[in-house]
Every structure is written in C-alpha cells, then in structure tokens.
Nanobody, 126 residues
Framework: VQLQASGGGLVQAGGYLTLSCAGS????????MGWFRQAPGKEREFVGT????????YYTDSVKGRFTISTDNAKNTAYLRMNSLKPEDTAVYYC????????????????????WGQGTQVTVSS
C-alpha cells in the first residue's frame, strides 16, 4: 500500500490550499482516511477523518468550518481543502489509512492508522 500526499506550499494568511492523497495497493474505497499534521517542535495533531463511503466526516475543533475532507474513490484519492488559513496551520500534513476496512471512525489515535503518506509541507505566512 502506498499513499502519496501532495499539494503543499507557501500561502498567505487567509488563503487556501487543497492537499491530495493518492492511494494504491488496496481498495481505497474500503477504508476510512485520516489527515494529521505536525508543526515544528510539536506532537503530531489529528485534523479529521472521512468515512470509506465519503458520507461522513469529522474535524478537530481548530479546523472545523475552515477545512473540508473529501474523497474521489474512482481516483483513489482523498483531499483536504483548507480555507482561511492561519499561520498556526503551518505544519507537515499527512494522510493515513485506517487499519480496518468497512469501518468508520473519527479516531485521532495515530496508532490505529497503518499506512501513511510521506507528508507535504504547508507554510502560512502572516
């Protein structure tokens, strides 16, 4: 299984970015996808999840209303649309696939995700 995250970059505060996470190696549409981030010198932080069907999403409070997770299962790709970006959103963003198929979770426990993308850097300037 491989997850390839892309789309990061440098953006001004108030701007937007859309990250992509392309998957291969197992049936993408059968697994909950999660997004996490890690800022310099900080612990990895949970951002949100989307169910394998794409119908259900969950977001941590700090991004709720600004970030949107979606999937295109035909393309085996998950997305993280980030609006109204703030300097505190600066981090390396990771996508991850949950370790159980056909199971939706809002879990932010990184240990429960068994495959991870390599991370993509998002930098928000003030």
């Amino acid at each position: 299984v491989q997850l390839q995250a892309s789309g990061g970059g440098l953006v001004q505060a108030g701007g937007y970015l859309t990250l992509s996470c392309a998957g291969s190696g197992r049936t993408f549409s059968s697994y909950t996808m999660g997004w996490f981030r890690q800022a310099p010198g900080k612990e990895r932080e949970f951002v949100g999840t989307i169910s394998y069907s794409g119908r259900f999403t969950y977001y941590t409070d700090s991004v709720k209303g600004r970030f949107t997770i979606s999937t295109d299962n035909a393309k085996n790709t998950a997305y993280l649309r980030m609006n109204s970006l703030k300097p505190e959103d600066t981090a390396v963003y990771y996508c991850a696939q949950y370790n159980k198929g056909y199971y939706y979770t809002a879990s932010g426990n990184a240990d429960e995700y068994d495959y991870w993308g390599q991370g993509t850097q998002v930098t928000v300037s003030s």
